[in-house]
């Protein structure tokens, strides 16, 4: 089955820039997402289309693809941003297939 | 303001039947589609079933079989019946609007969650 690989941990430092990872053999002809979950709550679409941003999210929230490799990146950290983030995406036969979370510590 | 309120979790034992509900207001479920994912305890997210506005279903390999995806136009309600429930099946069952139609598939807005349990 279709995988998406995550590192398991970010951490950084307030106003610092926070690089997230994801990567998946069929990230070059499909469309990646980012969704940002903090406890107890439910997850939240930051980005959309590897590097939309949706209204009301952050302009620190940027996306980015190079190959098989989507990147999500946060630049100028703030203590609120500390959440799990998972990638989301599909296969070629249209399966939702989520990566595996990584969790971002502000130091 | 777009709203999904899921409701029907709670304790059940191996191999009971429970079913979610999930309320929604601000669109017409029937002409979205529409996905259920869940999150085991301290786990990451998992997709479990999408239902296409034109009424197909389609299922996660660990839950086909046992479970069945529906809706109700009258009451703009979607639902998950799961029946052969297994402690692997204890998790938080969030409903949401897909974005799958002609583009890579996406979820957004989510409801906040009902928590299935599986255990005797």
């Known amino acids: 089955s279709y995988e998406l690989t995550q590192p398991p941990s970010v951490s950084v430092s307030p106003g610092q820039t926070a690089r997230i990872t994801c990567s998946g053999d069929?990230?070059?002809?499909?469309?990646a997402y980012w969704y940002q979950q903090k406890p107890g709550q439910a997850p939240v679409l930051v980005i959309y289309?590897?590097?939309e941003r949706p209204s009301g999210i952050p302009e620190r929230f940027s996306g980015s693809s190079s190959g098989t490799t989507v990147t999500l990146t946060i630049s100028g950290v703030q203590a609120e941003d500390e959440a799990d983030y998972y990638c989301?995406?599909?296969?070629?036969?249209?399966?939702?297939?989520f990566g595996g979370g990584t969790k971002l510590t502000v130091l | 303001e777009v709203q999904l309120v899921e409701t029907g979790g709670g304790l059940i034992q191996p191999g009971g039947s429970l079913r979610l509900s999930c309320a929604a207001s601000?669109?017409?479920?029937?002409?979205?589609?529409m996905s259920w994912v869940r999150q085991a305890p301290g786990k990451g997210l998992e997709w479990v079933s999408v239902?296409?506005?034109?009424?197909?279903?389609y299922y996660a390999d660990s839950v086909k079989g046992r479970f069945t995806i529906s809706r109700d136009n009258s009451k703009n309600t979607l639902y998950l019946q799961m029946n052969s429930l297994r402690a692997e099946d204890t998790a938080v069952y969030y409903c949401?609007?897909?974005w799958g139609v002609g583009a890579t598939p996406w979820f957004d807005p989510w409801g906040q969650g009902t928590l299935v349990t599986v255990s005797s």
């Open positions: 989301q995406s599909a296969d070629s036969s249209g399966t939702r297939v």
């Open positions: 069929a990230l070059p002809k499909q469309y």
């Open positions: 289309k590897d590097s």
């Open positions: 601000g669109f017409t479920v029937s002409s979205n589609y």
């Open positions: 239902i296409y506005s034109g009424g197909s279903t």
């Open positions: 949401a609007r897909d």
